[in-house]
């Protein structure tokens, strides 16, 4: 700091006008002088202010003998009286600005007052300003927070600097560090000097968050003084950037059955905004969507929330706004695509069935025609279909999704009546998917089976002498048809044995096939013979087979022996000759008798029974040979009488008698008047006679009563058989019920009853009467078969003591009563 020395001189010119007004004030008072010195402040202690004993003309001498002093009043004495030289000089160092402020000029006045005479004098000490302070703030940092919506114009005022200096050396202006953001306005609102900061820019966080200047305050000093203050901008946000989808679109695929909470995908804004302005929440705005879908608020993921369904919706797009909290958003496009998944199996519709087809349809007919849907794509949708191992069947496809079941091959329903077809239906989806479907086929029935007889050919056996009527066996044919068409009719086959009609032999029950005989068979007339059964069904055209049915008739010892030699007259007598000298062996005669029975029934045996001498003959057991055993002595009466019986080996065996009269004679003669005086059994004759006029009343008597009897049943049967008789299976040819040869065919319909008597010996004509449980009353089963066994006929032997018939003896026989 320099010290500016003021000549008073200079002063006095330049405040000339003051100086007058005070120099007249000193005139009219005490005052002798008034004096003025310039000095500038801040000088130091001891420095000159000015030479007052030259100025005001007073020698030292006075000043000491007038005790000269400064007076101040209360003031602070900052110049002090050297009174040995008579100058002013510095007390205190002078601060212009704590003196006086921003007063100018800042003087000091004081007095210097002398006694003896007593003599004041005023001086003025102006003080000038020096350089001595720089322009200051108050804070050394401002701050400021400026949003960066603020508009370019807008003003933010400073602080402004103070500079206690005065004049020039006072605060004169500011400047701001380099920024071309703000420019600076100083302005003035009276003496200060005030300035503010216009905004030329517009702000922008995102680019620059704070700015950092330096105001500057500078004099006008020499030198030039500043002072600094940092202001400090702070750039506040706004919502001025909108939120921003990282992509513009978000693609993602899913699968149909993904589960709830699936994470789709995530979608992500950026906002370039802080804080509020920058957080971003994230919605959906499509309507519905949300109920499929949901993106979570904070974090911007998207899951599934609903079930997804391939076959109805495959393609889904959302928007998802993206907002920040000033209400600036973007909408990011979420495209979902639904990927299918073989969850469909494929659904088998019947477009139209047959439930029962005829066994006679040709291979390729058509049974149902089905279509198939798989809602499912691609594989998983597409569809093939087969049977269950079915041979008979096979499924074609006619046309997409379209199938047909036809017949593969013929079918028989006699070797499946009935079909379960299943139908399997599977998509190619892997894990494949299927469903099937169950055709229930019903094979109706043609007439394509002819009926089959059990056995190719039969033959069976009866005993003869039957009763008429009577089942031999039955035949038996199957039909493998259904119903009507397997109802088999038996038909008697027309022919001939021995030139009879054979239905005039054996009948047939057309609907039983059991055979009865229609005659009593005579194994001596017929030993066997047979016909033909032709079964036949009941269908339209009817099918039919025959076979071939063989009776043989067996025999039963029905015929008792018959001799033919000797010959038995009936009154004559014819003897043997023995000569008395026939030696012993000797051959009489041999009985001759045949047996009409065959096998055992026919093989004949000879004994001897009674003889006038049993010592001299014997009988060939086997040949019937009658010879000497002795020899004829003279004492053996000439007549000799033999009876010889003649038995088969019939079980019971029949026999017959033979007498041999033998005459033991040398000579004819005398054999012939032996043999006259042979008595002739007419009593005997008389009283046959009698016996038989007796048994044909008895008999007439019962035969009308048995015929009474007879008819009553039969006229009660034919009733109740009227009333009751159904038959509810048609087309089997009817025949009336009774048996007969008349037409034709021999065939019995029904069961009956045949009464019959029986006569044990045509001669007697013993007609015997049953009662119930006898076994002359025969009630035929039609469920019998074979041949029926019955009691043979009791074998009335004669008797040795009757007399041996003449002729063949008639063969007991059956008869029907009343024929
Ligand atoms: C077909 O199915 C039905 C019902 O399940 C059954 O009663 C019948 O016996 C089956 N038929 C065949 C031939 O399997
Ligand atoms: C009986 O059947 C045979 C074949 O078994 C056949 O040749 C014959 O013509 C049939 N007879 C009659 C009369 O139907």
């Known amino acids: 700091m320099g010290i500016r020395h003021h000549r008073c001189g200079q002063c006095l010119l330049c405040w000339a006008p003051l100086w007058q007004l005070f120099i007249f004030a000193l005139l009219i008072s005490n005052v002798i002088g008034q004096i003025r010195y310039s000095i500038p402040e801040e000088m130091k202690k001891g420095s000159l202010v000015g030479n007052i004993a030259h100025d005001l003309g007073l020698d030292i001498k006075r000043l000491k003998s007038g005790k000269a002093r400064i007076y101040t009043g209360e003031g602070t004495e900052y110049i002090e009286l050297s009174k040995e030289k008579g100058l002013l000089v510095i007390k205190e160092r002078i601060d ?298 096979k499924i074609t496809s006619t046309s997409n999704n379209f199938f047909t079941l036809v017949t593969d091959s013929e079918l028989d329903r006699e070797r499946s009546s009935e079909y379960n077809i299943t139908v399997t239906c599977s998509d190619e989806g892997v894990p494949s998917l299927s469903s099937s479907v169950t055709l229930t086929l019903q094979i109706s029935d043609v007439n394509d089976n002819a009926p089959v007889f059990e056995r190719s050919s039969y033959e069976a056996y009866i005993v003869e002498n039957n009763t008429p009527g009577l089942s031999i066996f039955t035949v038996k044919a199957r039909d493998a048809d259904w119903n009507q068409n397997a109802r088999v009719s038996y038909i008697l086959e027309d022919s001939s044995v021995n030139g009879v009609p054979v239905s005039s032999y054996v009948s047939v029950s057309a609907d039983s096939g059991v055979i009865h005989a229609v005659r009593s068979f005579d194994y001596e007339q017929i030993k066997d013979f047979h016909f033909r059964v032709k079964a036949q069904d009941g269908g339209s055209p009817p099918l039919s087979s025959n076979v071939t049915v063989k009776i043989l008739i067996q025999d039963q010892n029905d015929n008792p022996p018959q001799v033919l030699y000797p010959v038995q007259t009936g009154g004559s007598v014819v003897a043997e000759m023995v000569p008395r000298s026939a030696d012993v062996g000797y051959l009489v005669t041999k009985v001759v008798a045949v047996d009409v029975d065959s096998g055992q029934n026919a093989w004949l045996s000879y004994k001897l029974q009674k003889a006038t001498d049993r010592a001299l003959f014997e009988v060939g057991l086997q040949n019937g040979e009658i010879r000497t055993i002795r020899q004829v002595t003279d004492k053996d009466t000439v007549k000799q009488r033999l009876t010889v019986i003649v038995e088969d080996n019939g079980q019971p065996s029949r026999s017959a008698t033979v007498i041999v009269n033998v005459a033991v004679a040398d000579s004819f003669p005398e054999v012939l008047s032996e043999f006259t005086d042979f008595p002739h059994d007419k009593e005997y004759n008389d009283n046959l006679t009698f016996y038989l006029v007796l048994a044909l009343a008895v008999v007439s008597f019962l035969f009308i009563t048995c015929l009474v009897v007879i008819i009553s049943v039969k006229i009660y049967r034919w009733r109740q058989s009227r009333i009751l008789y159904h038959s509810n299976l048609p087309v089997i040819p009817y025949y009336p019920p009774r048996y007969s040869d008349t037409l034709g065919t021999g065939t019995l319909q029904h069961v009956y009853n045949y009464e019959v008597c029986r006569t044990t010996d045509s001669r007697k004509s013993d007609c015997k009467f049953g009662g119930a449980g006898s076994q002359n009353v025969l009630i035929m089963d039609p469920s019998s078969t074979g041949t029926m066994q019955f009691p043979l006929p009791e074998n009335t032997d004669p008797g040795p003591e009757r007399q041996p018939p003449s002729g063949p003896v008639p063969s007991p026989d059956w008869r029907l009563c009343g024929g």
């Not at 322009?135 to 508009?151: A, H, L, R, W």
């Not at 109805?312 to 496009?333: L, M, P, T, W």
């Open 96 to 393: 212009r600005e704590t003196l006086c402020g921003q007063t100018t000029p800042c003087a000091l006045d004081f007095q210097i007052i002398l006694e003896n005479p007593m003599q004041f004098y005023s001086i003025t000490v102006e003080i000038t300003d020096i350089n001595d302070n720089s322009p200051g703030f108050k804070n050394n940092e401002m701050k400021f927070e400026i949003s960066e919506t603020v508009q370019i114009g807008s003003k933010f005022v400073l602080e402004k600097a103070v500079d206690i200096d005065v004049g020039i050396n006072g605060l004169q202006g500011y400047s701001l560090s380099s920024s071309d953001t703000f420019t600076l306005n100083p302005y003035r609102i009276g003496s200060s000097r005030n300035v503010e900061m216009v905004l030329k820019k517009a702000l922008d966080r995102e680019k620059q968050e704070r700015l950092s200047l330096v105001l500057t305050a500078t004099d006008g000093g020499d030198p030039q003084l500043s002072g600094t203050m940092q202001i400090v901008i702070t750039v506040l946000d706004a919502n001025d950037n909108a939120p921003v989808c990282t992509q513009a679109e978000y693609r993602t695929n899913v699968k149909e059955n993904s589960l709830k909470g699936t994470a789709l995908t995530t979608v992500s804004a950026s906002d370039a905004d802080e804080g509020r302005h920058g957080h971003i929440e994230y919605t959906i705005t499509n309507e519905g969507a949300t109920e499929l879908f949901h993106v979570d608020k904070e974090n911007g993921v998207v899951t599934l929330m609903g079930n997804l369904d391939y076959e109805k919706f495959r393609h889904y797009e959302i928007d998802v706004q993206a907002s920040d909290e000033g209400g600036n958003s973007d909408v990011c496009k979420v495209i979902i695509e639904v990927l299918d998944t073989n969850d469909n199996p494929p659904a088998i519709n019947i477009m139209s069935a047959s439930s029962r087809i005829s066994e006679d349809v040709k291979p390729g007919t058509v049974l149902a025609m089905m279509n198939i849907q798989d809602p499912d794509s691609n594989d998983n949708g597409k569809v093939h279909c087969i049977l269950d191992e079915n041979v008979y069947f």
